[in-house]
């Protein structure tokens, strides 16, 4: 049968939470020196275990940089084109022997330290004061992840207590000191370590053990400051790890963690097909983990009787090919029109799921397997930055709403390697979720095409209200004829770019092979 899709404006799944378009800075190659800041000669972090290209080095003039001396054009995209809500910071892996207290304070002071997650050295010029003052002007929350690598529950007092505490203390004086100002940092979100699962974490623990710490660190901070939210460490989301760490903490924390990467490597270039279809149809994955972790979530909350929610943070995602973006290149990957279709996924499983995913960081925010690349005075918006900037725009003010696609061709052959997750099935070809405008008046769908080859012209159907022939859409369409085109510096950084038009609505719309497609339908 040929594909249609229904969509049910009266049976809402949950309003989109804002969060799901958050970010990750992570001190790692490019991210903060070269993407937060301009990468001048005195921070610049590389060593020969992690080179970067500084033998083409300019400076970033000083009329690109905020008074603070932030890199303006990164800020600005980030702010005002995507307007990422939060972002994650210091890590990732970095966290894991990241000790706050070597980031504050006179700069020229501050202690250089080796860095174990990546190699290479740490200058410690950005801090945790710094950090806050570009959340300030990029308008962002902090989300803060807590070192239980080197870390002890004492020193992560002294951090929460640094940026929240308004009494007569310590640390909280120091802030004062430091910043020559009163008030709080206010930090609300606060990560209970990072991949504390992984043998590549340092202070890697097992389940159990991480489970009894977080517990014991999490009665501690709340007795410190009850205005956190914390989230615990997860791992895939379908893990024994996750079902024991969400049995050990469903009491303590506000949010669960789950990190997943599609693309992984290994990779068989000569198997183009199988490869496009690996990495359009790896979001699946994500879903399952999804479905998956709110079983975990439910069952152990019903075992300890709590009746406070606890909602997934997939706090990192995102394609990432790692035979490409490897530690040696700072994990830089220029991605392809196939990517952005992935990314397209990622986000329509965010937005379906939306009852219990209140958070989400594209990993990560600049140069570092990053939707956006810079050179010392510019930017390169990739083509995995649309799909993120068109459910930024569309997808983010209102309701999602549940949604049929019905008689979508299946694709049948293999998705993931199997040590990176599961699928439910055989995928829908056809990927869709819908947002109800919060004025009602409009309807946003979001449809990726996951045929390489097919293009199908579906009926799109609106459950009793209906759109009515004729009336004027809106049509946002990212796609090129090749799938494997990519934006690039030097005159091609516009080749994969969403093209937008107004079309009169006939009841269906022919979505073309790999292709994102974001339609606005008027409701009345
Ligand atoms: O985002 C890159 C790395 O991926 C992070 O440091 C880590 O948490 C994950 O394994």
Redesign the pocket.
């Known amino acids: 049968s040929s594909p249609s899709i229904d969509i049910f404006p009266s049976a809402p799944i949950a309003p989109v939470s804002k969060y799901i378009f958050s970010g990750?800075l992570?001190h790692?190659g490019r991210c903060i020196h070269g993407g937060v800041l301009p990468a001048g000669p005195t921070n610049f972090p590389y060593t020969p275990r992690n080179p970067c290209p500084s033998k083409d080095y300019v400076e970033t003039p000083k009329e690109l940089l905020t008074p603070s001396g932030f890199r303006k054009d990164v800020l600005e995209i980030l702010r005002d084109e995507l307007q990422m809500p939060l972002v994650r910071w210091p890590?990732?892996?970095?966290v894991s022997s990241y000790h706050f207290e070597d980031g504050i304070g006179p700069k020229e002071q501050r202690k250089r330290r080796p860095e174990l997650?990546w190699g290479g050295e740490e200058s410690n010029q950005f801090g945790t004061d710094e950090f806050i003052e570009w959340c300030r002007e990029a308008k962002m929350e902090p989300f803060v992840v807590l070192n239980m690598g080197t870390g002890t529950l004492a020193e992560a007092l002294h951090w929460i207590e640094y940026c929240n505490g308004t009494g007569d203390t310590y640390y909280a004086n120091l802030r004062r000191k430091h910043t020559g100002r009163d008030e709080p940092y206010n930090v609300v979100y606060w990560g209970l370590g990072?991949?504390v699962y992984?043998p590549?974490q340092v202070g890697q623990m097992t389940a159990e053990a991480y489970a009894a710490a977080a517990r014991q660190w999490a009665h501690a901070i709340r007795l410190l400051d009850p205005n956190v939210k914390l989230v615990g460490c997860g791992e895939t989301g379908v893990t024994q790890w996750d079902a024991v760490v969400l049995d050990g903490l469903a009491d303590k924390v506000d949010l669960h963690s789950i990190?997943l990467?599609t693309g992984f490597g290994p990779r068989d270039r000569s198997q183009t097909e199988r490869e496009f279809a690996r990495s359009v149809y790896g979001p699946e994955a994500a879903e399952y983990a999804i479905e998956t972790c709110r079983g975990l979530i439910q069952k152990s909350r019903l075992a300890r009787n709590v009746s406070a929610p606890v909602k997934i943070a997939f706090d990192?995602y995102g394609p990432?090919d790692e035979t490409v973006g490897t530690p040696r290149n700072g994990?830089e990957q220029i991605y392809t029109l196939t990517d952005a279709l992935a990314m397209a996924s990622w986000l329509n499983v965010f937005v379906r799921q939306s009852d219990v995913v209140a958070l989400a960081c594209n990993?990560?925010s600049v140069n570092?397997?990053s939707p956006l690349m810079t050179r010392p005075t510019g930017v390169l918006r990739q083509a995995t930055y649309y799909p993120l900037l068109l459910f930024s725009q569309y997808m983010r003010e209102g309701t999602a709403v549940r949604l049929a696609v019905n008689g979508s061709p299946k694709f049948e052959g293999e998705t993931l390697p199997t040590w990176i997750g599961t699928v439910k099935g055989p995928p829908n070809v056809l990927d869709a979720s819908a947002v109800l405008a919060q004025d009602g008046k409009s309807l946003r769908v979001a449809v990726v095409n996951r045929s390489e080859r097919e293009s199908y012209t579906v009926p799109v159907r609106v459950a009793l209200a209906g759109v009515d022939s004729g009336r004027e859409v809106e049509v946002h369409e990212l796609w090129h004829p090749d799938v494997k085109a990519k934006n690039e510096w030097d005159g091609k950084e516009h080749e994969v770019v969403v093209k937008t038009r107004r079309a009169k609505w006939t009841g269906e719309w022919t979505f073309r092979e790999h292709s994102f497609t974001l339609l606005v339908l008027p409701l009345q």
């Open positions: 990750f992570e790692l890590g990732g892996n970095y997650a990072n991949e992984g590549w990190h990467y990192e990432w994990l990993a990560q570092v397997i």
